[in-house]
């Protein structure tokens, strides 16, 4: 575990059911609203961004749901789209 995990607010805050909610039934846009509350005070809000977009499109970040970072999976996917399409094009 990295150290900023330990600074999470949502260890605290929220927990798995509120920040990974996908699997857990909620209307989606009422959890993201909340979710993306607990996360917009976090301490570690950019350590988490960015550690789950070293993640995207990877193996890995099919099992990273929910909120990280303050960012929905659909918009950490569209924050890498552009860097990745210009690694590949250089
Ligand atoms: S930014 Fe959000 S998901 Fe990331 S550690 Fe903080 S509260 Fe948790």
């Known amino acids: 575990?990295?150290?900023w995990m330990d600074r999470a607010?949502?260890?605290?805050?929220?927990?798995?059911e509120v920040m990974h909610h996908d699997a857990a039934g909620y209307s989606a846009v009422a959890a993201d609203a909340?979710?993306?509350?607990?996360?917009?005070?976090?301490?570690?809000?950019e350590q988490c961004?960015?550690?789950?977009?070293?993640l995207e499109?990877?193996?890995a970040a099919g099992f990273r749901g929910g909120i990280?970072?303050?960012r929905?999976?659909?918009e950490r996917a569209?924050?890498?789209r552009p860097s990745r399409a210009k690694a590949v094009a250089a």
């Open 34 to 45: 909340e979710a993306k509350a607990v996360c917009a005070p976090c301490p570690v809000r």
């Open 9 to 16: 607010r949502c260890r605290t805050v929220g927990g798995i």
């Open 49 to 54: 961004l960015a550690y789950a977009l070293e």
């Open 1 to 3: 575990m990295s150290d």
């Open 78 to 80: 569209a924050m890498v």
């Open 57 to 59: 499109g990877t193996y």
């Open 72 to 74: 929905t999976a659909k």
């Open 68 to 70: 990280w970072g303050g």
